[in-house]
């Protein structure tokens, strides 16, 4: 048995660290300015317009974490872009998530800086803390913020949405509604892969704006609809699927479970209500991401919380649905499945 080491520790303790580097890198657009080009750090710093200290240090720190590859030594040598990077951190590039990066730079870094606040508190840390303002309130009084916070979330929601598309048996059914549907994504993504679908997206007035461009921009205006709802005000719309991708966690038990009841009442007899989460292992002892979400919630709402397979299904049975099952879809998010 090998003796104790500090390493683990230590690696965690100043994660920190990498994690701007990264953010840095992003904010500045160091990987949209190299695209498929290689440039010498000299030309690098000069098109991002940085102090001369910072080369070649912040390139070769790129270099090390794996996000850059460099070719040669010295004054000469070349940077480039990663596979990964160049495939997810190029704003040009059709798969970009960089969006949720952006904004983490921007909102969640300083606001996890007063997590021990949190976990004292029980309080919010993000924009309620400093304008007295709740976080959506804020964020929809600012345009550019709300198309930033959309952007984020289509970035570090893509994925799990086109897995949800291929992984779901939609052929028993005919239309969905997305609960909470941001920029109309997630319906983009079932109507392109199911033909025979029928797709609302819904949300407020100003989130639903912004999907009427995306939903245009992607040239299926005949099968997807962007449509206003106040989901706590309203009735949601009758659809054979209701799916919510990260909106539950963002609210608190009593507010989770109106909105669990609001899915059901919505569904025909065997409709499928959906929630796309990060959904916390039973045993809460492997889903770091999921965990670490949770604490992401009370940092931005208090009493908001992530939560387990076995909580939300729970919570389905007693509004009264009969079958439930977990759809895995890579990473720490799964699909959570509840039939009417």
């Known amino acids: 048995m090998s003796a104790p080491s500090p390493a683990r520790i230590m690696e965690v303790g100043l994660a920190f660290w990498p994690?701007?580097?990264?953010?840095?890198?992003?904010?500045?657009?160091?990987?949209?300015?190299?695209?498929?080009?290689?440039?010498?750090?000299?030309?690098?710093?000069?098109?991002?317009?940085?102090?001369?200290?910072?080369?070649?240090?912040?390139?070769?720190a790129l270099v090390a974490l794996r996000f850059l590859e460099r070719e040669g030594a010295g004054p000469q040598a070349r940077y480039r872009n990663t596979a990964e990077t160049a495939l997810f951190l190029d704003r040009r590039s059709p798969q970009f998530m960089g969006g949720f990066l952006e904004m983490a730079n921007a909102r969640l870094y300083q606001f996890w800086g007063d997590l021990t606040?949190?976990?004292?508190?029980?309080?919010?840390q993000n924009e309620i803390k400093h304008?007295?303002?709740?976080?959506?309130?804020?964020?929809?009084?600012r345009p550019e913020r709300l198309e930033q916070f959309m952007d984020a979330m289509s970035g570090i929601s893509a994925g799990n949405f086109r897995a949800f598309a291929e992984k779901f048996d939609f052929s028993p059914y005919r239309t969905l509604c997305d609960v909470g549907g941001a920029t109309g994504q997630l319906a983009v993504f079932v109507a392109e892969?199911?033909?025979?679908?029928?797709c609302i997206s819904a949300d407020l007035p100003e989130v639903s704006r912004?999907?009427?461009?995306?939903?245009?921009?992607?040239?299926?205006?005949?099968?997807?609809?962007?449509q206003t709802l106040d989901f706590f005000g309203e009735p949601l719309p009758k659809a054979d699927v209701i799916t919510m991708g990260m909106i539950l966690h963002d609210w608190n038990l009593e507010k989770k479970m109106h909105?669990?009841?609001?899915?059901?009442?919505?569904?025909?007899?065997?409709?499928?209500?959906?929630?796309?989460?990060?959904?916390?292992?039973?045993?809460?002892?492997?889903?770091?991401?999921?965990?670490?979400?949770?604490?992401?919630?009370?940092?931005?709402?208090?009493?908001?919380?992530?939560?387990?397979?076995?909580?939300f299904f729970g919570w389905c049975r007693?509004?009264?649905?009969?079958?439930?099952?977990?759809?895995?879809?890579?990473?720490?998010?799964?699909?959570?499945?509840?039939?009417?």
Do not use: Q
């Open 259 to 311: 909105l669990v009841r609001a899915a059901y009442e919505a569904l025909p007899p065997d409709g499928a209500f959906v929630v796309v989460e990060n959904l916390i292992d039973d045993a809460r002892r492997k889903n770091a991401f999921g965990l670490m979400m949770s604490l992401n919630m009370l940092i931005e709402f208090g009493d908001a919380f992530d939560f387990t397979a076995a909580d």
């Open 117 to 124: 606040e949190a976990l004292r508190t029980g309080s919010p």
């Open 210 to 226: 912004i999907a009427e461009r995306r939903l245009a921009a992607a040239g299926l205006a005949d099968r997807v609809s962007a």
């Open 318 to 340: 007693e509004a009264g649905f009969r079958r439930t099952e977990v759809i895995p879809l890579g990473g720490p998010a799964s699909a959570g499945v509840a039939y009417k």
């Open 193 to 198: 892969r199911h033909p025979h679908m029928r």
């Open 131 to 141: 304008t007295g303002k709740p976080m959506f309130a804020e964020l929809y009084s």
């Open 19 to 60: 994690a701007k580097v990264l953010l840095s890198a992003i904010e500045l657009g160091l990987f949209t300015k190299l695209g498929a080009d290689a440039m010498t750090g000299r030309d690098l710093r000069a098109a991002l317009e940085l102090h001369p200290r910072a080369e070649p240090d912040f390139f070769d």
